[in-house]
T-cell receptor, first 116, second 113 residues
Framework: AQSVAQPEDQVNVAEGNPLTVKCTYS??????LFWYVQYPNRGLQFLLK??????LVKGSYGFEAEFNKSQTSFHLKKPSALVSDSALYFC??????????????FGSGTQLTVLP | DSGVTQTPKHLITATGQRVTLRCSPR?????VYWYQQSLDQGLQFLIQ???????AKGNILERFSAQQFPDLHSELNLSSLELGDSALYFC????????????FGPGTRLTVL
């Protein structure tokens, strides 16, 4: 079985400060990991993904994420937050080794608020 | 704009009724996924089709069914609707492989009264 946890429902950060949105996962094999963002009344937008290779993945809008196999984590980061980054962020995982390989499991989401 | 279209945007209906939600994937995408998003359940995977065939099934109720047509558009049918079916229903599409990112449509907001 595959699962993903986002331990923080809400993250608040001041504009210009670095931000981190946490994600941990559980799979029996190797993971494909994704981050998506959802703005109010919109569908999810893809930010970045980890498939293999370099543990630091760079994505859209200045976001990056670090894959840590020993800690089974894939935290989303940005060096300098913008007010426009305020949105709901979802981490997702797919276990490439299981029969559910085609199914993406999403975390519960983290509401990021960037304060001006 | 993701390139995935969904109709209708909003749907209000009564308990016991049946509705059909429609999704057109991005040009060239062969896989279509359906998700349900609600406050209490979060984002739940329902079902996936690949090039017209069912590929994976998630937490989809027996009252719900879907299909993907030869032109690759997909429909999600919800029947015997209950109050608890009120939610946002998203369609997503991807090229083919399991590591491809999914592109989400704007969603259909279903309200069951």
């Amino acid at each position: 079985a595959q699962s993903v946890a986002q331990p923080e429902d809400q993250v608040n950060v001041a504009e210009g400060n670095p931000l981190t949105v946490k994600c941990t996962y559980s799979v029996s094999g190797n993971p494909y990991l994704f981050w998506y963002v959802q703005y109010p009344n919109r569908g999810l937008q893809f930010l970045l993904k980890y498939i293999t290779g370099d543990n630091l993945v760079k994505g859209s809008y200045g976001f990056e994420a670090e894959f840590n196999k020993s800690q089974t984590s894939f935290h989303l980061k940005k060096p300098s937050a913008l007010v426009s980054d305020s949105a709901l962020y979802f981490c997702a995982v797919r276990d490439i080794s299981s029969g559910s390989a085609r199914q993406l499991t999403f975390g519960s989401g983290t509401q990021l608020t960037v304060l001006p | 704009d993701s390139g995935v279209t969904q109709t209708p945007k909003h749907l209000i209906t009564a308990t016991g009724q049946r509705v059909t939600l429609r999704c057109s994937p991005r040009s060239g995408d062969l896989s279509v996924y359906w998700y349900q998003q609600s406050l209490d359940q979060g984002l739940q995977f329902l079902i996936q089709y690949y090039n017209g065939e069912e590929r994976a099934k998630g937490n989809i109720l027996e009252r719900f069914s879907a299909q993907q047509f030869p032109d690759l558009h997909s429909e999600l049918n919800l029947s015997s609707l209950e109050l608890g079916d009120s939610a946002l229903y998203f369609c997503a599409s991807s090229v083919a492989t399991s590591w491809d990112e999914q592109f989400f449509g704007p969603g259909t907001r279903l309200t069951v009264l």
